[in-house]
């Protein structure tokens, strides 16, 4: 299976931006293509959504 997701990189952990629907402990591959620098405010509101299982894609422009 091969799928598309873009994370955000903060303190040594990757945060997907959508949810993952694979199981627990699976093995992936990673593939950086860019770097963006983000907004601090806008992620540390994004993050919070997504703590709260808000699908929070479609109201940030990140």
């Known amino acids: ?15 997907p931006l959508s949810k993952l629907n694979i199981p627990e402990r699976s093995k992936v591959v990673l593939s950086i293509e860019e770097i963006k ?10 993050l919070k959504l997504l703590r709260e299982s808000e699908d929070a894609e479609e109201l940030f422009e990140l």
């Open 37 to 46: 620098i983000l907004n601090n405010l806008k992620l540390h509101g994004y």
């Open 1 to 15: 299976m091969s799928k598309r997701i873009e994370c955000i990189y903060e303190k040594g952990v990757l945060i």
